[in-house]
């Protein structure tokens, strides 16, 4: 099983905190069985739910089941007000939605009228959009609904998911669009829908105290509220009524409205007892972060635990981490390819590239287009949850493209270049941006009522028999070759499916195919005793096939939010990729990053005051902008000054360097901690936000905190200013004391080592020429880590390219373009060929693959 690390001390701090200042917070329970009753009367075992897993960026994570046919029982804490009963809810690798407009109700889908319309109608998420015709009367998050429930002293009902969410849908479905539920909800609550991937500062927050509460936490979260914002009670996704031995939403609403009007000072004890414990906990250090410094691990003692660790919970056979589900940690990845690079003796390459390898390989990648989806549900990367998320394209990008600069192993290019084709047909606005993902669910056929779960992307052998068969032309001379039995063979189709029944509880993919690799292009050709180029052909051609049959389905949902923050993962992807010279595609991608640049520019950065903002609105004939802007978080400024970073690299744009420059040094002034360091996730003063939490671990996405620390000392590098260099160094003193640190921030210990071994600078003394874009390409061409790229054009006024007093010493040499290489301020002789670059960079940062191969 895959498991994340677990942060206990934050849980057992508020227990303790909680339980002393009011006794009704208790321990969470470690075993099955009955929890009792609490004081509503709810008697509570829980039903397995889809949890936090690796991907979640919170304090406390759990193992992530998979997917059952049906509830199973689990062991959940108690709570005094409800214990949150869980089924398998949505978590970053949950199962979809249906789309909007056939997810709220019939009407809508007859064409008529909708009977019902509330507040969440005049909003731009498409989550929240889904549920605009709901019968209860949803607000958004805001002061509207906030103010409504003090001046009518009632408790909020915060319910958190997001378009993608399976289990969101289900809920809506039962309970949300039933009116009598609507009733209760509207005459006892005021209601409130978030979008977690708009809000991830309200989802944060609350879901700390669902992990408080029950060990486990995912989506839809359904959290009851005082009206002051303090949690009292919450779970995941309720059932309708009483049923598999849980309350039914109905029960937990009526006990709390009848709580809340006979003692309501209990319920506002409890709630702000919770609150106060945070926010102790986040003003005050860790209690185990001592002052005496000699409990504390060296920086070479954490990178051998790192190592360690790596290799004991690595797949050997299968890549990822041991059991299933397996999730791509591309973190996790990013810091194995630095270590490598740093220690080649400790051979952890091999466990970054039999993992690329064998994702790759496997149903989790989207063979016949391009992209991977969310996570597979067994060890054999097989079977997968389909949902595509912008985030995780973004991260596999850089990987591969870093994993070819690394190998020069084709494969990884061609990877990278399918993600790319896919991001820019099926994920890019017209203008440039990226949206945030895809469903897993599509309707079979256009006359189906019911969405399932990877209808879009299963075939049966006979549809692919059928379509190959019927365009045998389109493969050329194949010698003898039978296109229909090369295809079926490498891709593992079978006449009777080749799904098995454990991977598929639901049995939507029941005498199914999912595309998976279980040899290579060599072997099958062997096989059918034919060549390597002529099995390429007939799986190019054959891919082709399905994907112009496949656009023709009825596809998947499209959330047309664009996130600042995924969208500086996408321009990091995309400047890796633009930094391969031999790239066939390199003038796209760099193309494309630019568009990129561009587009974030005008629609996600609010220029009267200064900041970013977390979210703009694509679609059919919509405004980008929304009327209620929400401004950026802390990964949304990370993130994209990372990427504006990456693109300065492979585009030597230095306005991308300077905004990315004018970026930080707003990202210190929202959101640096001076008291005790570090970055809170949220501004200050930001109205309704009950705590400002600090984020501590790498999960699906890298926490802000880790990816600063990297564009911290690389700004500090390219602007001398040390000062950014000490709020670095003070970041790593802050997480210093986490246990397993290289695991739990694989992104930060990647700069802690990049800090202690110092960096490479290439300096670039000459014109803008093509000549000293050859020089640049000598180097920018490998993986190195912490590469600086800084240019000295003589031909420009020094006042353009706001030239550094450090580099009025480097001159051309022989009046041709030159560079110098240094390290730690140290440089060597000065070099006019790019071949005597590759001679010194290739034996150093090139490794042979073949050695590493399983």
């Not at 199973?72 to 979809?96: D, E, G, I, Y």
């Not at 039933?178 to 006892?188: G, P, S």
């Not at 390898?357 to 997968?384: E, L, N, Q, T």
């Not at 912490?786 to 353009?800: E, N, R, W």
Request: proline share 6%; with cysteine; net charge negative.
């Amino acid at each position: 099983m895959l498991h994340s690390v677990g942060r206990i001390p934050l849980a057992n701090y508020l227990r303790c905190c909680t339980s002393s200042s009011t006794g009704h917070l208790r321990k969470v329970p470690r075993a099955g069985g009955s929890l009792g009753s609490s004081p509503l009367g709810l008697h509570t075992p829980s039903v397995d739910c889809c949890s936090f897993s690796a991907s979640s960026s919170l304090l406390l994570h759990h193992p992530l089941p998979s997917p059952p046919a049906s509830p199973q029982h689990q062991p959940s804490p108690h709570h005094p007000l409800a214990s949150t009963t869980q089924v398998r809810s949505c978590s970053n690798h949950s199962k979809a939605p249906p789309q909007s407009g056939q997810t709220t109700m019939a009407a809508n889908s007859s064409g008529t009228e909708p009977k019902f319309t509330n507040r969440l109608k005049q909003e731009k998420s498409p989550y929240l959009l889904q549920h605009a015709h709901n019968p209860v009367e949803w607000y958004p998050w805001g002061e509207e609904a906030i103010q409504r429930a003090r001046a009518e002293n009632k408790l909020i009902f915060l319910s958190v998911g997001y378009s993608t969410c399976h289990w969101c849908h289900v809920m809506e479905k039962e309970s949300f669009e039933n009116e009598e539920v609507a009733k209760i909800m509207n005459e006892h609550f005021i209601n409130i829908k978030v979008d977690r991937e708009e809000r991830p500062d309200i989802d944060k927050l609350y879901m700390m105290f669902i992990l408080l509460i029950n060990g486990s936490g995912g989506w839809p979260m359904s959290v009851w509220l005082t009206p002051d914002l303090a949690p009292v009670t919450g779970g995941t996704y309720f059932p309708p009524n009483d049923r598999w031995g849980m309350p039914g939403f109905t029960t937990v609403l009526t006990k709390l409205a009848g709580k809340w009007s006979t003692d309501k000072d209990d319920l506002v004890t409890t709630g702000r007892s919770v609150i106060e414990a945070i926010r102790r906990n986040v003003d005050h250090k860790r209690a185990d972060e001592v002052e005496d410094a000699t409990n504390m691990e060296t920086l070479e003692a954490k990178f051998k635990q790192a190592v360690n660790m790596y290799q004991r919970n690595y797949d050997m056979v299968w890549g990822g981490s041991l059991g299933a589900p397996k999730f791509p940690e591309a973190s996790k990845l990013n810091l194995m390819f630095h270590l490598h690079v740093q220690e080649p003796k400790h051979k952890v390459l091999g466990v970054v590239l039999n993992t690329l390898d064998k994702m790759a390989a496997g149903g989790i990648h989207d063979h016949v287009f391009g992209g991977f989806a969310r996570y597979s549900v067994d060890k054999k990367w097989h079977v997968p949850h389909f949902e595509k998320m912008l985030y995780d394209q973004g991260q596999l990008l850089s990987l591969y493209a870093n994993g070819y600069r690394l190998t020069k192993k084709p494969s990884y290019l061609a990877v990278a270049d399918a993600i790319y084709r896919y991001l820019c047909k099926d994920l890019r606005h017209p203008a440039g941006g990226f949206y945030s993902g895809e469903d897993a669910d599509s309707l079979p056929t256009a006359e189906s009522e019911e969405k399932i779960e990877g209808a879009f992307y299963a075939w049966t052998y006979d549809e692919v028999k059928e379509l190959l068969g019927a365009n045998g032309e389109k493969f050329g001379e194949l010698g003898g070759v039978d296109p229909v039995a090369v295809y079926a063979a490498h891709y593992d189709v079978k006449e009777e499916g080749n799904v098995k029944p454990s991977s598929d509880p639901h049995g939507h993919l029941l005498g199914k195919n999912i595309l998976i690799v279980y040899g290579s292009v060599r072997e099958t050709a062997e096989k059918f005793n034919t060549t390597v180029e002529i099995v390429e052909r007939i799986l190019k051609t054959g891919n082709e096939l399905l994907h112009e049959v496949r656009d023709k389905r009825p596809r998947p949902h499209l959330d047309t939010k664009i996130l600042c923050a995924w969208n500086g993962l996408v321009l990091s992807g995309l400047s890796q990729l633009a930094c391969v010279k031999d790239a066939p595609g390199r003038s796209e991608y760099l193309a494309t990053a630019e568009e990129l640049v561009k587009f974030i520019r005008a629609n996600l950065y609010d220029v009267q005051a200064r900041k970013l903002l977390r979210s703009c609105y694509g679609g059919a004939e919509e405004s980008l902008a929304s009327e209620r802007p929400i401004y950026g978080f802390i990964d949304d400024y990370a993130f994209l000054i990372k990427g504006l970073i990456d693109y300065y690299v492979a585009s030597l744009d230095e306005h991308a360097l300077h905004w990315a420059k004018e970026l930080q040094d707003i990202q210190d002034e929202l959101f640096w901690d001076t008291k005790h360091g570090a970055y809170f996730y949220s501004e200050a003063n930001s109205p309704n936000v009950a705590v400002r939490l600090k984020e501590d671990h790498d999960g699906a996405e890298p926490c802000g905190n880790s990816v600063a620390a990297h564009n911290l000392l690389l700004l500090s590098d390219y602007f001398e200013e040390e000062r950014l260099k000490e709020k670095a160094r003070t970041l790593f003193d802050y997480f210093a004391h986490t246990a397993h640190f290289g695991y739990v921030l694989p992104e930060m210990m990647s700069a802690a080592l990049l800090e202690e071994q110092g960096r490479n600078t290439l300096i670039v003394v000459g014109p803008e020429s093509p000549e000293a874009t050859a020089l640049v390409d000598g180097v920018r061409e490998f993986y190195i880590p912490g590469m600086i790229i800084v240019q000295l054009k003589i031909d420009q006024p020094a006042h353009i390219v706001r030239r550094r007093k450090s580099l009025d010493n480097f001159k051309m040499v022989k009046n041709m373009p030159t560079v110098y290489i240094c390290h730690n301020k140290v440089c060597h002789l000065p070099v006019t060929e790019p071949e005597r670059l590759t001679e010194e960079f290739q034996p150093r940062y090139t490794f042979d693959y073949q050695e590493y191969e399983n």
